[in-house]
């Protein structure tokens, strides 16, 4: 009488076919690195988001950096790189600007801040304008160690 089926043998070497092809798919996709890479990707987009409404403000004030010294013959704008927050050491973009006319909520919905480590009192993001000119907004990566952008 013949018996139809697995033997034992068969059915192990086809665990350890799946086995081993499942290892190969997580590592070839690595979860923890597509995160990380779209951490970056969502950092780079909020730094363009934070020059764009900064732009905005400088565009519709005569060329004025929003600022937050209450003086507009002086701005205290940094011209170093300079964490975005709102506790000190941190420039407070959010509520920088004329009385009625901050960054928060004119000209952006709310401050971004890193999805990883960033809260309202320091963003983890960066921003100064340069010596030519230039705005610089940056932020520490995890793919990339540093995100910036210059506009």
């Not at 018996?3 to 923890?32: C, D, H, Q, Y």
């Amino acid at each position: 009488m013949i018996r139809k089926g697995f033997t034992i043998i068969e059915l192990l070497v086809v665990m350890a076919i799946i086995g081993i092809l499942a290892s190969v798919m997580v590592i070839a996709v690595n979860p923890a690195h597509q995160f990380a890479a779209a951490r970056d990707t969502e950092r780079q987009s909020d730094l363009y988001a934070i020059l764009s409404a900064v732009y905005q403000y400088s565009g519709e004030h005569s060329g004025s950096l929003p600022d937050t010294d209450g003086d507009p013959n002086t701005s205290n704008f940094p011209t170093t790189r300079t964490c975005i927050g709102t506790v000190a050491p941190c420039f407070n973009l959010a509520g920088a600007g004329d009385s009625g006319q901050t960054i928060v909520p004119v000209y952006m919905p709310n401050m971004p801040h890193d999805p990883k480590t960033g809260n309202d009192q320091d963003t983890g993001y960066f921003i100064y304008v340069d010596p030519n000119g230039h705005l610089v907004a940056s932020a520490s990566g995890e793919i990339k160690t540093d995100i910036g952008i210059t506009r």
